[in-house]
Antibody, heavy 113, light 113 residues
Framework: EVLLQQSGAELVRPGSSVKISCKAS????????MHWVKQRPEQGLVWIGR????????VYAEKFKSKATLTADKSSNTAYMQLSSLTSEDTATYFC??????WGQGVMVTVSS | DIVMTQSPSSLAVSAGETVTINCKSS????????????LAWYQQKPGQSPKLLIY???TRESGVPDRFIGSGSGTDFTLTISSVQAEDLADYYC?????????FGGGTKLELK
């Protein structure tokens, strides 16, 4: 069974960074791209970027190029997304998804002082 | 970037009705190489992750009931839900998977009349 288990909710201060994780199981981690999607409260879905876990190659949406950093650890079958210089605009739920067929449960990141 | 425009933004229905959700892309999603349309549909219920319903415009994901039908080609696409059931009340999104950045439509909220 394919499972994507994401880390827990985060409450972070403005200006700080946060790193969230997505642990994959039930398949060969390096065989599929991992994408990340943002959803602000009561808003739609926004694609952030994707990583190829086999070689670390990344593609980002333009607006996230200086906001998000995607990495993957083949030894632990875990994908990560670091968000930097956080503002209230980054308050959202962040999903990892294996080529959009399988989704993690989402991580709520709240940016507040 | 390819802009995805969904309509309507909300729809009130009664159980048993047939509903149609439209999605228009700013560029053709039809690949000249394989004649496939790179358009997907997702369902998202409150507090849940999105769920893939349809990909390649008309291919139903495994386990998706056959009352969900995707159609269209080029720049105009439709999701039809036949005989809507209470469990179908959710938000629906289209997404192009033709090129990067992947882009989503603004969503359609399906509500009870």
């Amino acid at each position: 069974e394919v499972l994507l288990q994401q880390s827990g909710a985060e409450l972070v201060r403005p200006g700080s960074s946060v790193k969230i994780s997505c642990k994959a199981s039930g398949y060969t981690f390096t065989d599929y791209y991992m994408h990340w999607v943002k959803q602000r409260p009561e808003q739609g879905l926004v694609w952030i970027g994707r990583i190829n876990p086999a070689n670390g190659n990344t593609v980002y949406a333009e607006k996230f190029k200086s906001k998000a950093t995607l990495t993957a650890d083949k030894s632990s079958n875990t994908a990560y997304m670091q968000l930097s210089s956080l503002t209230s605009e980054d308050t959202a739920t962040y999903f990892c998804t294996r080529n959009f067929h399988y989704w993690g449960q989402g991580v709520m990141v709240t940016v507040s002082s | 970037d390819i802009v995805m425009t969904q309509s309507p933004s909300s729809l009130a229905v009664s159980a048993g009705e047939t509903v149609t959700i439209n999605c228009k892309s700013s560029q053709s999603l039809l690949s000249s190489g394989n004649q496939k349309n790179y358009l997907a549909w997702y369902q998202q219920k409150p507090g849940q992750s999105p769920k893939l319903l349809i990909y390649l415009a008309s291919t139903r994901e495994s386990g998706v009931p056959d009352r969900f039908i995707g159609s269209g080609s080029g720049t105009d696409f439709t999701l039809t839900i036949s005989s809507v059931q209470a469990e179908d009340l959710a938000d629906y999104y289209c997404q192009q998977h033709y090129s990067y950045p992947r882009t989503f439509g603004g969503g359609t909220k399906l509500e009870l009349k």
